[in-house]
């Protein structure tokens, strides 16, 4: 059974559309995570959830827009897709709501917006 | 702010030979500190962190990792290298008392037979 899951894997779509990621998590965890890795491996945490309420909201365009309908999913919705949203997204949880407990990651999403 | 900086963006190296890979950080609080392993096409998975104690902190898969807060280091090691380590390798922060974790940009370690 995979613990952290992705759907799709691979998303290629056109500027202007609007598209949505999912993850879920089957460990039984309370936080989940989304992360940006851009072209350069480059990794930044965007949005953190715990038992469905944000707790961290980097600085993120308005146009993302992460949706917890319980704690085992978040989805990511992205609006007005820009050629700059180009990246791998990364799902991951935790136990507990602390950055420093250990996270568990998906295998990602690959986002090429033309 | 926040700032980690890992120094070498590859690092090629032969099977059973010893690693390491440096990362330095900056910060005006104190930090805890992680080093993560992402296997191509995979997402990241922790190798060890660093909270408080010993500053040697053993991780899975035989690598160590040694805090020096007067060189705000905190390099990767491992004596014995295979095949199966090529990874890339991410150092993180996450300061003390926030919400706030700061990724380095990786460093490529390619194992060769």
């Known amino acids: 059974d995979t613990a952290v899951s992705q759907t799709p894997k691979y998303l290629v779509t056109q500027m202007g559309n609007d598209k949505s990621i999912k993850c879920e998590q089957n460990?039984?965890?309370?936080?989940m995570y989304w992360y940006k890795q851009d072209s350069k491996k480059f990794l930044k945490i965007m949005f953190s959830?715990?038992?469905?309420?944000?707790?961290i909201n980097e600085t993120v365009p308005n146009r993302f827009s992460p949706k917890s309908p319980d704690k085992a999913h978040l989805n990511l919705h992205i609006n007005s897709l820009e050629l700059g949203d180009s990246a791998v997204y990364f799902c991951?949880?935790?136990?507990?709501?602390?950055?420093?407990?250990?996270?568990?990651f998906g295998p990602g999403t690959r986002l090429t917006v033309t | 702010a926040q700032s980690v900086t890992q120094l070498d963006s590859q690092v090629p190296v032969f099977e059973e030979a010893p690693v390491e890979l440096r990362c330095n950080y900056s910060?005006?609080?104190?930090?805890?500190l992680f080093w993560y392993v992402q296997y191509p096409n995979q997402g990241l998975q922790l190798l060890l962190k660093?909270?408080?104690?010993?500053?040697l902190v053993k991780g899975i898969n035989g690598f160590e990792a040694e805090f020096n807060k007067s060189q705000t280091s905190f390099h990767l090691r491992k004596p014995s290298v295979h095949i199966s380590d090529t990874a890339e390798y991410f150092c993180?922060?996450?300061?003390?008392?926030?919400?706030?974790?700061?990724f380095g940009a990786g460093t490529r370690l390619f194992v060769k037979a």
């Open positions: 993180a922060v996450v300061n003390t008392g926030g919400f706030k974790t700061i």
């Open positions: 460990l039984g965890h309370d936080t």
């Open positions: 660093y909270l408080s104690g010993s500053t």
């Open positions: 910060s005006s609080v104190s930090v805890y």
């Open positions: 959830y715990n038992n469905k309420e944000l707790i």
């Open positions: 991951a949880s935790s136990q507990g709501r602390e950055l420093i407990d250990e996270q568990y």
